[in-house]
């Protein structure tokens, strides 16, 4: 018989929970630069998975990883022809259905994007408002620092890094009780 402990760590859930997302893509000559959903002019975008979108490729990470689902790659394998240019906001979907049917919501979502060029700043507002809309969160729930690779000799790749706070979801949090 499971000690009363142990009962309650398998039940109870807990209010918040944090996910960790990292991605990196290089650039490539001759495809479109999508980087949080929209299409930035440049003269090379980023190759490998899908779109190479690797703000939101982190950001679904984030997601899963909150709600200990499998990873991006798990999920839509790069070796999968299917996937190859698929726009990325599939899989941020995908990850948002997983984190909602696990009673959670996002709370905030914090990006830092690494990357020689182009300059992030001129679009920072239209990425984060394109990011929140996608997330259905409001704008100022969604933080996007643009730095330049010093001194990592990155200069032809782009890497994020994100955290996300999920929060119990008030109708599933309802629904539990209801329940009870
Ligand atoms: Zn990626």
Redesign the pocket.
């Known amino acids: 018989m499971p000690t009363t402990n142990h009962r309650r760590s398998t039940t109870a859930k807990p209010s918040t929970r944090i996910g960790y997302g990292f ?3 290089e650039f490539r000559p001759g495809v479109p630069l999508k980087i949080g959903g929209i299409t930035l002019q440049h003269d090379k975008g ?1 190759g ?3 779109d ?3 703000l939101l ?2 950001i679904t990470d984030a997601l899963l990883g909150a709600v200990a689902a499998p990873d ?1 790659g798990a999920l839509f394998p790069p070796s999968d022809p299917k996937w190859k240019g698929a726009d ?1 906001v599939i899989f941020l979907r995908e990850a948002l259905k997983r984190v909602r049917s696990a009673g959670y919501a996002v709370a905030n979502v914090d990006a830092s994007l690494i990357l020689a060029a182009p300059k992030i700043g001129p679009h920072a507002a239209s990425i984060r408002t394109r990011v929140a809309e996608l997330l259905g969160v409001p704008g100022d729930c969604v933080g996007l620092k643009a730095k330049t690779p010093e001194g990592l000799n990155l200069e032809n790749a782009a890497v994020a890094h994100v955290v996300v706070l999920l929060e119990k979801a008030k109708s599933a949090g309802k629904a539990a009780r209801k329940r009870r």
Do not use: K, P, Q, T
């Open positions: 991605d990196s893509h980023l490998g998975h899908s190479g979108d690797v490729h982190s991006i990325s």
